[in-house]
């Protein structure tokens, strides 16, 4: 099963990270949170590793209604989105929502999974058109 939402851009690292936080942002998700992986990583383990963000984004809406429904779901919840160095592109990911239906199997969160995923989706999208803007 995939579990993943994910595009590749041609675009430098720092470039598509400011792109997907507009994007996310235009489709409602705020974020409150970022991991900047790499530093981590090098501060506490002396680790180098390629650009990796992880971005901490929430649509309080459509989690309400998740939460609602299991309070539970949080752990499911799709909220991170990286954003990282994939040799020469830069790839974004998301888990895709519908993976909170899947592994549940509680048909009351189908239509926030597929609201989610229509966002998530056109967030995406926005990054891989040309002239769009996020």
Known sequence: MR???????DTDFATAAERV??????QGFGILTEIDVTATL????DHDMEDYLILGACNPPLAHRALETDRSIGLLLPCNVVVRRDGDRTAVQALDPNTMVALTEIDALRPVAEEATRRLDAALASLTTPGAKS
């Open 42 to 45: 090098k501060a506490k383990l």
């Open 3 to 9: 579990y993943d939402r994910t595009v590749h851009l």
């Open 21 to 26: 936080r507009d994007a996310l942002a235009t």
